[in-house]
């Protein structure tokens, strides 16, 4: 299996507040590469609901780079990938709004929904929460940190296709009906 696992946190409600990213590259069913960033928001205001969600603080990010200077790193891990997210609805929304925030333009993307396979595979689960599914599968971690939250991903995503004998993502798909979806690359008009 090949994929990136990715999982943003925001400072606030705004899906562009991104305050920090983790990214977790899997190839050949093995973690190749992690990345991890805190990111200074562009409005820099906090709620402090997220805080108390992931920790993180204006003062933590004040000197952090901003999402463009970032976007280099990101984009190198990204384009062109297979991307995995626990609740992909959240954090590819998360990514379109902070490119349309800054008119960066999309990436050539295709995602797909561990907690949607997750629901698949373990049809009899009382939630599929990543905390509660990293404890299935054994692995330990710190719940809402953005790089602990893509390893867990990433495991998560590795267990399953070890339950299934390892098929590449396009079988898994297919085996749990569960769509690969992608972000048509959207030049920016200004």
Sequence with gaps: MNFVALDFE???????SVCSIGIVTVKNNKI???????????????????IQVHGITPGMVAAAPDFPAIWPEILARLDGQL??????????????????????????????CSWLISK?????????????LANKI???????NALEDARACAELMLAIG????????????DRYSCEIESIIPQV???
């Design 10 to 16: 925001t400072a606030n409600n705004s899906k562009a």
């Design 138 to 144: 054994g692995f330990e971690f710190k719940h809402h």
């Design 120 to 132: 698949a595979a373990w049809p009899d689960l009382p939630t599929y929460r990543l905390d509660f």
């Design 32 to 50: 190749a590469d992690e990345y991890y960033s805190l990111v200074k928001p562009q409005d820099m205001l906090f709620d402090s609901n997220n």
């Design 83 to 112: 991307v995995i997210a626990h609740y992909a609805k959240f954090d590819i929304n998360v990514l379109k709004a902070v490119l349309d925030a800054y008119n960066i333009d999309y990436p050539a993307i295709q995602y797909m």
């Design 162 to 173: 070890y339950e299934n004998s390892n098929p590449s993502m396009e079988e898994l798909s």
């Design 188 to 190: 920016s008009l200004f």
